[in-house]
T-cell receptor
């Protein structure tokens, strides 16, 4: 139980384009979803916290207009990297919390490469 | 300050050796959760254990064991008889409840474990 699906697992896009990453809770309702960014050989850094039906709360230093987060339902949150640049290349991973989920369950991550 | 420290950046052991991964945390909260995750090369985070601040009982799960000591703010992880498949980056994390009701999750910098055949 408590499975989180993240899609796509990897994406390559051209500089200036936008990329959408989906995070879904498959067997539980995720009241809260978290988005993290991980640079190579580094730890996970929390980007933002989203609660279903409300605006996301962004961590200091994370551009809201650059990383758009939508949590429209209890099972889906999306992260859109707008006007992507090579420095946005990173591993993005989401986690979800909800009634019945044990601890924090993570998606499998999305490796974004901007060329 | 709220912080998780994993002082060991990288550890190499030979298969069948025991290895302990250290984790030291800082928080003034009395209620918190501690986690260990495994991140293999594929990138996904595999949940290993969650421990709440009121439960100092050590836990064993197969070859894995955890030692939680509030007196030293440590939550160490031991792998007994390590195997090549244990090679991965291991993250310790601290979860704190925010005033908004959500949780803040703080990761350590990770320890890269290499188990050599």
């Amino acid at each position: 139980g408590a499975v989180v699906s993240q899609h796509p697992s990897w994406v390559i896009c051209k500089s200036g384009t936008s990329v959408k990453i989906e995070c879904r809770s498959l067997d539980f309702q995720a009241t809260t979803m978290f988005w993290y960014r991980q640079f190579p050989k580094q730890s996970l850094m929390l980007m933002a916290t989203s609660n279903e039906g409300s605006k996301a709360t962004y961590e200091q230093g994370v551009e809201k207009d650059k990383f758009l987060i939508n949590h429209a339902s209890l099972t889906l949150s999306t992260l859109t990297v707008t006007s992507a640049h090579p420095e946005d290349s990173s591993f993005y991973i989401c986690s979800a919390v909800g009634a019945g989920s044990y601890g924090y369950t993570f998606g499998s991550g999305t490796r974004l490469t901007v060329v | 300050a709220q912080k998780v420290t994993q002082a060991q950046t990288e550890i190499s052991v030979v298969e069948k050796e025991d290895v302990t991964l250290d984790c030291v945390y800082e928080t003034r909260d009395t209620t918190y959760y501690l986690f260990w995750y495994k991140q293999p090369p594929s990138g996904e985070l595999v949940f290993l254990i969650r421990r709440n601040s009121f439960d100092e009982q050590n836990e064993i799960s197969g070859r894995y064991s955890w030692n939680f000591q509030k007196s030293t703010s440590s939550f160490n992880f031991t792998i007994t008889a390590s195997q090549v498949v244990d090679s991965a980056v291991y993250f310790c994390a601290l979860s704190l409840r925010k005033t908004s009701g959500t949780y803040k999750y703080i990761f350590g910098t990770g320890t890269r474990l290499k188990v050599l055949a």
